[in-house]
């Protein structure tokens, strides 16, 4: 099978002033540093060419670059291609597989040489003449940020016909973290997939052209988010970038597949929209227990939604909503926006005062009053689970779990807030957890049989393959409670050479799978035109709680 196995890139493309004269500090072309990341973890072959004239603030900079994304770095001496090749020989791959060398548009006077000796040829227009070379061995590209999406169209070419091209988009951290782990390679032979970082610098319909899947996390491109107490969906505005993106797969819907539609991502967002949506989830003695499976389920965590917490029937709200306490206060707003993670832990004094109930639970009023948590925010209810999380990850038909210490139990919580002068325990999910020394429980305490059925439910429910979800046990009665659901999560609790081909082959099967559905589609709906090779890998619907 033959394929892309190396990649070259000449000193003419990678300035910002093309070849230049060396006069004053040397500046990389815009979309080198967007190429170099695409290539770095790509685990094909990578290297830059430099001739002996280079300046040396240039030639210290190159070396710098390969240095810091791993490309291999020749000098090149002025002696003919021939001789040129020899020196860069190693860079060839196994048998079968070719070599794409970049190089601008000025050095034209190379160009059949380069493509005499077997190499892909793709030419960086740095001129006004367009392009004037025909050689079937050249492509032209007007952008660096081109080159990714013109390796993998040659890759497909040269490669088997059921390759699956997987776009991603996501912030650089969460990117380069997936990269660094092996996940995104340029192909992934094992599982014939390829991997393709898209970017907007350039047109999102014509980069998905030849895409089948699509990963986003759509919610690390939100750029404000509107909530109403009202209503449910808040309005949520997004980068240009991922507007763009939303418009192409709303319209090409039918023939493409990806993680979460852009509707989801509205719910994900959403912390009250994941108690109305879905009533909570309950795994109990008896199995799960959610509203569509049992019409009288032991009830999840309470919550309140309210948009002031100085409201003077604050207290009253609470109590019909039968809230226990101590409870937790978070922002609506789950992810997205710097201060979703912003919480409290709101300890309370327990106390007769209501006839009906043998005992009332009642906030004081300066415990709610001026709290530094975002509004509208969300009241729930605190489950004690010994100190202990349970983070849990499904992808595809495998499930895998790992053990997490976590907040501890209200008495502790209690004793913290004591020392405090009974101030509200302030906090940050994703920074400053109170958490306890040590989590009190460890593998065998969850019950993978009902925690299996939970996976299957939340898949089934939301349309997910690659997802996440918390569970915590709650004490006394051994009830698994599910307090936060993610769709496409980092997994980083599972060794990476157990999950990453666990995300690979759920992409995979999800593809062929979805393939199959669209071909029976073209037979049923006649006249109505799929491409088999392009479809819908998940249909998410409802809200969760994505930190």
Known sequence: MGGVGGVLLDDSVLFADGIGNGNGAPTLRRGAEFLFRALQFSQIRKGICFGVDLSTDKVNLLKKVSKVYSLDCFS??????EVVMNDIAVTRSDAGLR???????????LFDKLCNNDLLLTVLDDDDGGETNEHPNIHHIKKLEELPLHICCLHK?????????VAYSMKLARQ???AKRGAFPLFCAEYELMFLPLTYELSIPLQLQDVDVILHKATDDIVSIELDTSRL??????????????RTLLCKLP??????????????????????????????????????????????????????????NLILRLLEAKLSFPSIVKPQVACGVSNAHSMAVTVVEFLDFLPSMSQAIVFRPEDFKDLPVPLPAIVQEYVDHSSTLFKCYVLGDELFSAVKKSIPNADLLMKLSEANKLKPLLFDSLKSLPAADK?????????????????????????????????????????????????????????????????????RNKFLEKKRENKEACVKFQGFQFQSHDVMLDEPQGMVDNR
Not at 101 to 106: N, P, R
């Open 76 to 81: 090149l001496s002025s002696s003919p291609v």
């Open 99 to 109: 070599t794409v060398y970049v190089i601008s548009s000025d050095r034209k006077n």
């Open 157 to 165: 070419k040269m490669a088997r016909n059921d390759v699956a091209t």
């Open 176 to 178: 380069v973290d997936f």
């Open 233 to 246: 969906d808040p309005k949520i505005t997004y980068t240009n970038g991922m507007e763009e993106l939303k």
């Open 255 to 312: 023939q493409h597949c990806f993680q979460a539609k852009p509707s989801f991502t509205v719910g994900s967002s959403d912390r009250m929209g994941v108690a109305v949506e879905h009533g909570g989830i309950w795994v109990g003695g008896k199995g799960i227990t959610t509203p569509d499976l049992n019409p009288q389920p032991q009830q999840p965590p309470q919550s309140l939604l309210v948009d002031d917490l100085n409201d003077p």
């Open 439 to 507: 989590n009190q429980l460890g593998d065998e305490a969850l019950d993978l049989e009902l925690v299996k059925t939970a996976a299957d439910y939340l898949r089934r429910k939301l349309h997910l393959t690659i997802f996440g979800f918390d569970v915590v046990i709650q004490e006394g009665t051994g009830d698994h409670v599910i307090v936060d659901v993610n769709y496409l999560p980092s997994f980083k609790e599972v060794p990476d050479d157990i999950a990453v081909p666990a995300f690979w082959k759920a992409i």
